[in-house]
Nanobody, 124 residues
């Protein structure tokens, strides 16, 4: 399987972006799906996750600003990012778990398939 992220770019603070994570097949996204991000020189951090039953989990610093959802018909997971801040600047990665529910969803080791990432840059 393969995951391909898109939708990153440069945006001013307060703006919005929608990231997409498209899978090569539905079986790749028939799982707990997640978004992580990694800023330069920092470790990869969990952002949001969604189970196959549409249970969602969002990291505290992005709650109320970021929304994760999935479109099973398109084998795609989205991350809608609103009210972007300078500190949201990072490379964003999507990943798929081997489980349909989200277990230990903040742990990168819980995910077995990763995309190549898409860069998000927020400027003042």
């Amino acid at each position: 399987g393969q995951l391909v992220e898109s939708g990153g770019g440069k945006v001013q603070a307060g703006g919005s972006l929608r990231l997409s994570c498209a899978a090569s097949s539905y079986t790749d996204v028939d799982a707990c799906m997640t978004w992580f991000r990694q800023a330069p020189g920092k470790e990869r951090k969990w952002v949001a996750a969604i189970s196959v039953y549409d249970s969602t989990y969002v990291e505290n610093s992005v709650e109320g600003r970021f929304t994760i959802r999935r479109d099973n018909a398109k084998s795609t997971v989205y991350l809608q990012m609103d009210a972007l801040r300078l500190e949201d600047t990072a490379m964003y990665y999507c990943a798929a778990s081997s489980n349909r529910i989200c277990l230990r969803h903040t742990d990168p080791a819980s995910y077995v398939l990763w995309g190549q990432g898409t860069q998000v840059t927020v400027s003042s």
